[in-house]
């Protein structure tokens, strides 16, 4: 029975300085008239998630969030492109990624996957920008899937267990990310996680959370093949 391997995008298999954050908020200046509190933390969340924690916090009521998402989430999109391409911006694979994506992508035993807060349509901007190739990724749940992150894991095994014709149970699936949300999101489903330092918490942070294994990067191919297979 094959494992999922999930990968999140942002801090996982990629940074784009900003560029994801600088779109957003100009979409939300463009929408509200603000960009929310500046100590906001963007990791971990989904797109819709950012849209909504920042603007409660300014004061907007669901209702009113809710009515503007759509809008506020085209013009994200829209900038996105735009912010990636700046020259002050330049979007990087993380070390060891293009080699982790190969071997998983070959391997008999493993599924290749993304599991991310970003819509589907800026996974897909991102990962260009990074010459990765968004259909090598077979199996996936987006921010455009559901708002609050822990849905997001079933709705994979179940895209999963549709494409590979049986019923993935959730110990199938292993998330990688750098973030708590990451490790924690699966739980419901028995999922496990590897967490990796290269986004914004240490190691130190990161293996308070039980993950099944904790790396600083994930350029050591082999070794992390190895904890995927024992997750």
Same mark, same amino acid.
């Given at each position: 029975?094959?494992?999922?391997?999930?990968?999140?995008?942002?801090?996982? @298999?990629?940074?784009?300085? +900003?560029?994801?954050?600088?779109?957003?908020?100009?979409?939300?200046?463009?929408?509200?008239?603000?960009?929310? &509190?500046?100590?906001?933390?963007? *990791?971990?969340?989904?797109?819709?998630?950012?849209?909504?924690?920042?603007?409660?916090?300014?004061?907007?009521?669901?209702? %009113?969030?809710?009515?503007?998402?759509?809008?506020? @989430?085209?013009? /994200?999109?829209?900038?996105?492109?735009?912010? @990636?391409?700046? %020259?002050?911006?330049?979007? /990087? !694979?993380?070390?060891?990624?293009?080699?982790?994506? *190969? !071997?998983?992508?070959?391997?008999?035993?493993?599924?290749?996957?993304?599991?991310?807060?970003?819509? %589907?349509? +800026? =996974?897909?901007?991102?990962?260009?920008?990074? =010459?990765?190739?968004? *259909?090598?990724?077979?199996?996936? !749940?987006?921010?455009?899937?559901?708002?609050?992150?822990?849905?997001? &894991?079933?709705? =994979?095994?179940?895209?999963?267990?549709?494409?590979?014709? /049986?019923? #993935? &149970?959730?110990?199938? @699936?292993?998330?990688?990310?750098?973030?708590?949300?990451?490790?924690?999101?699966?739980?419901? #489903?028995?999922?496990? =996680?590897?967490?990796?330092?290269?986004?914004? /918490?240490?190691?130190?942070?990161?293996?308070?959370?039980?993950?099944?294994?904790?790396?600083?990067?994930?350029?050591?191919? &082999?070794?992390?093949?190895? !904890?995927?297979?024992?997750?």
């Amino acid at each position: 029975m094959k494992r999922i391997v999930l990968f999140d995008i942002d801090g996982t @298999l990629l940074l784009s300085h +900003g560029a994801g954050r600088t779109a957003m908020e100009a979409a939300l200046v463009g929408t509200f008239g603000t960009p929310g &509190p500046s100590t906001y933390r963007y *990791d971990g969340k989904t797109d819709k998630l950012i849209v909504r924690e920042t603007m409660r916090a300014e004061g907007f009521s669901d209702a %009113v969030i809710d009515a503007q998402m759509p809008l506020v @989430l085209e013009r /994200y999109l829209a900038g996105l492109d735009t912010a @990636l391409a700046d %020259v002050t911006r330049q979007a /990087y !694979a993380l070390p060891g990624i293009r080699a982790i994506v *190969d !071997a998983v992508e070959r391997a008999d035993d493993l599924v290749l996957g993304l599991l991310t807060g970003n819509v %589907v349509t +800026g =996974a897909r901007a991102k990962l260009r920008a990074v =010459a990765l190739e968004f *259909d090598r990724f077979v199996v996936g !749940a987006f921010g455009s899937d559901h708002e609050d992150r822990p849905q997001l &894991p079933p709705i =994979a095994r179940e895209r999963a267990s549709r494409l590979l014709g /049986y019923d #993935v &149970p959730g110990d199938r @699936l292993v998330i990688i990310g750098d973030t708590p949300a990451d490790i924690h999101c699966g739980r419901g #489903v028995g999922a496990r =996680a590897i967490a990796v330092a290269t986004g914004g /918490y240490t190691v130190t942070q990161l293996a308070a959370h039980d993950p099944a294994a904790t790396f600083a990067n994930l350029s050591d191919t &082999p070794l992390v093949l190895e !904890a995927i297979r024992d997750a």
